[in-house]
């Protein structure tokens, strides 16, 4: 509006002219379109202003003659307003609009799992190698009953409720057929049940070609029920009511028309080119009681044969609300902290609402077990779980099981350069322009997903084997093998553990 | 053949695990708030005498439930395929994210009915109210076709308030003027031509052979139909960060 832009380009666009070929691909590559080829100079220009930094040209520039580098034409920041607080400012001036982010709160905000360090046997208590002795990394996620009975022959009377059976503790967890590309979908889905684990629909829907990977799947109830039909709940191993994310905590989630294209459309069964609106709350929710109400009509519409999975953000009284969600009825809460990824979101809600994962899932493993109701839900911590160490923290803080999804899509080739909103993932993931989407090869994707939760596993097996511990489920909620450093009384009382050195 | 099940004083499973274990239409005697009773239900009909409770047919894939009778809270909850027929009146969210069936209504319904009902290619939603229905009525509606009668005599206005909050498809079908209603500002509602109404007359003739109305005395009154202006109601809303 003023004519004059205040936004100097974040980044540069450094071209070594002497290794520069001319052979254009980095033009053909970047759908921000960066690059140019000027004929009549022969020479690649490059105008930075579109430059998100996902490094696609840098990764396929073939004489190694690209770097982007972060500008240093500053702004003259200082402790109170830096270089990102004026920019967004100028920005809402020019456009009045509501300041829109991709991927995890990038704040510089405390990340407990890097303060707090883990056990090892020393002298007593041999520790265990993974390499000779077995070691079990399996789980089953569901409501536990509180004593098993069996018959004269040993067989198990007791009915047990559905369970969720994992060969890891790590599953992929919800992004949508929408916000992530097909080949994205389908790298997900064929690594789950190459692994033995779960991938999660999101709540756009189940493509009709994913369908075969069924008993992988989780699939994904939220307040605009896109997709939602009866094959729907009957195709998946266990169906997850969205509640919140914790990215955006308290709102809704909103795919634009641009978005749905012909197969978008389909999967959501909405028509082409109209907005998939999923408003913040279920309007049928309003308490327990009505979420119990949803529990329950997604278990009589299946036969009772899958488990339910109530998936929240973390916020301020997520003790009281798990509470109250392992007696709606639910088998499984997911509890997402406030670094959970997204494809889009408000930047002040990303940045400002909700609360850390690790503070959450430690206050709610510890009302639950007060209240004596933590048989009746697993809890699966998501948002953010960077690592098998991440991992291994979790769950020794109480977690049956993870969540990751931002470690999955770096693991497909995402460099979080954080505007997925824009639709132009040059890498093929958080995209739905074919001509991009394509870029993502889902037998290369599988098989980097598979590397990376092959590797975290032999990780898990070692850091278990070290505390002498040969099953994840003996590690559970297990905070002897915790000690947290650096940390304030207040926060070693909330994740029950005890100081380094104590 | 009609085989008759008496619901008297069993809980909601088993009854409902009576119900899917019980092959062929059925006439269910004795219904006492029963929830989910024909939840992901295809293929058969279900005649209920008494008023089921919540979410009656949440998640239909076809087939019908006929109730002699009222209904509560949540009926046809995200149904897909399918009738729903209700002698009495219903409660809050019926067809919440209904995506196609049909719902008929005698009586009056609760709030937000119709909310998130949606319409895909062959699939368009029906909800007909034969009474008044509350506030927020087509509410984020985004797709089907939703009509109200206002057949009440109780004096009331025919929708309570903010109907239409957040509509973005389908279209809305009121048996009145609409004079003193205020809708929201990405809408339109105008009077109904002979062609809009044309687009509902099959919708009406069932309903009228159903609950034995007189078609013509219900298209003598005026209709108003209203439609969302745009299938994009927030694209100008952000700016990238």
Not at chain 1, 279 to 284: F, M, R
Not at chain 2, 58 to 83: H, I, K, R, W
Not at chain 2, 126 to 149: D, H, K, M, P, T
Not at chain 2, 218 to 236: E, G, H
């Amino acid at each position: 509006m003023s004519g004059i832009n205040f936004l100097f380009p974040e980044f540069e666009v450094v071209r070594n002219d002497d290794r520069c070929i001319r052979c254009r691909v980095c033009e053909r590559q970047c759908a921000n379109e960066v690059h140019f080829y000027d004929a009549a100079r022969d020479r690649v220009f490059s105008d930075e202003s579109k430059c998100v930094n996902c490094q696609r040209c840098v990764s396929l520039c073939p004489t190694r003659a690209l770097k982007i580098v972060r500008s240093d034409c500053r702004l003259r920041e200082n402790a109170n307003w830096d270089s990102d607080t004026i920019r967004e400012v100028y920005k809402q001036a020019e456009s009045g609009g509501v300041l829109l982010s991709s991927m995890g709160n990038p704040k510089p905000l405390p990340v407990y799992w890097d303060k707090l360090l883990i056990n090892a046997s020393q002298v007593t208590n041999p520790s265990i190698d993974p390499l000779r002795e077995p070691m079990e990394t399996r789980v089953f996620l569901g409501k536990k009953p509180k004593t098993l009975e069996r018959d004269g022959n040993g067989k198990l009377k007791t009915e047990l409720t559905p369970q969720l059976e994992l060969d890891i503790p790590v599953m992929f967890s919800a992004m949508s057929y929408g916000s992530i590309s097909y080949n994205a979908h389908a790298s997900l889905a064929r690594a789950a049940t190459a692994l033995g684990t779960c991938y999660n629909t999101g709540e756009g829907g189940l493509h009709e070609d994913f369908y075969k990977y069924g008993p992988n799947t989780i699939v994904q109830v939220a307040s605009g029920r896109f997709g939602v039909h009866e094959d729907f709940l009957q195709a998946g191993a266990a169906i997850e009511i969205k509640m919140g994310q914790g990215a955006k905590p308290g709102i809704g989630g909103h795919l634009p028309g641009a978005k749905v294209g012909p197969d978008v459309s389909r999967t959501r069964m909405i028509p082409e080119g109209s907005d998939a609106i999923s408003p913040a709350p279920h309007h049928d929710i309003y308490s327990i009681e009505d979420l119990r109400q949803l529990v329950w009509s997604l278990k009589e519409a299946t036969g009772h044969v899958k488990p339910v999975i109530v998936k929240v953000a973390a916020v301020h009284n997520i003790a009281a609300i798990a509470s109250g969600i392992a007696r709606s009825g639910a088998d499984i809460i997911a509890i997402d902290g406030f670094r959970g990824g997204t494809g889009a979101a408000p930047t002040r809600i990303r940045d400002h609402v909700g609360i850390p994962i690790e503070l959450a899932l430690a206050s709610v493993d510890a009302r639950l077990r007060e209240e004596g109701i933590r048989d009746r839900v697993s809890l699966v911590a998501g948002g953010s779980i960077r690592s098998s160490a991440d991992v291994v923290k979790a769950v020794a803080l109480g977690a049956d099981a993870c969540y990751i999804a931002t470690a999955a899509v770096l693991a497909l080739g995402c460099h979080l350069c954080r505007t997925c909103q824009s639709g132009k993932c040059n890498w093929g993931i958080a995209t739905q322009r074919p001509d991009l989407a394509k870029r993502l090869n889902p037998d290369i994707g599988s098989q980097r997903l598979i590397n990376l939760m092959t590797a975290w596993k032999r990780e898990i097996m070692e850091l278990m084997g070290g505390m002498g511990i040969n099953s994840i489920e003996a590690l559970r909620g297990n905070r002897l093998m915790l000690r947290g450093v650096g940390l304030n009384e207040t926060e070693l009382r909330i994740l029950g553990v005890s100081h380094a050195g104590e | 053949m009609m085989r008759t099940i008496d619901a008297t004083g069993m809980e909601f499973t088993e009854l409902n695990g009576l119900l899917r274990r019980t092959e062929g239409d059925i006439e269910l005697q004795g219904c006492l708030g029963q929830r989910f009773i024909g939840a992901g239900m295809g293929n058969r009909k279900i005649r209920i005498h008494g008023i089921p409770g919540n979410a009656l047919g949440a998640y239909l894939n076809g087939g019908e439930l006929e109730v002699f009778g009222n209904a509560q809270d949540a009926v046809g909850d995200t149904m897909n395929a399918g009738t729903i027929l209700v002698h009495g009146s219903i409660g809050d969210t019926a067809g919440y994210a209904m995506r196609g069936g049909k719902i008929y209504v005698r009586g009056n319904a609760g709030y937000r009915t119709g909310i998130h009902m949606k319409a895909y290619k062959e699939h368009l939603p029906v909800i007909i109210i034969g009474g008044r229905a509350g506030s927020f009525l087509g509410e984020y509606q985004a797709g089907g076709i939703l009509v109200v009668l206002g057949l009440h005599t109780d004096g009331r206005p025919i929708v309570s308030n903010y109907p239409c909050t957040g509509m973005h498809g389908g279209k809305l079908f009121l048996r009145s003027d609409c004079r003193d209603l205020r809708f929201p500002k990405q809408v339109t509602a105008r009077p109904a031509s002979p062609e809009d109404l044309e687009e509902i007359g099959d919708y009406l003739e069932e309903y009228c052979a159903l609950f034995g109305l007189d078609r013509s005395h219900i298209l003598s009154s005026p209709f108003t139909v209203v439609t969302p202006d745009s299938a994009n109601p927030y694209r100008q809303m952000y700016v990238a960060n």
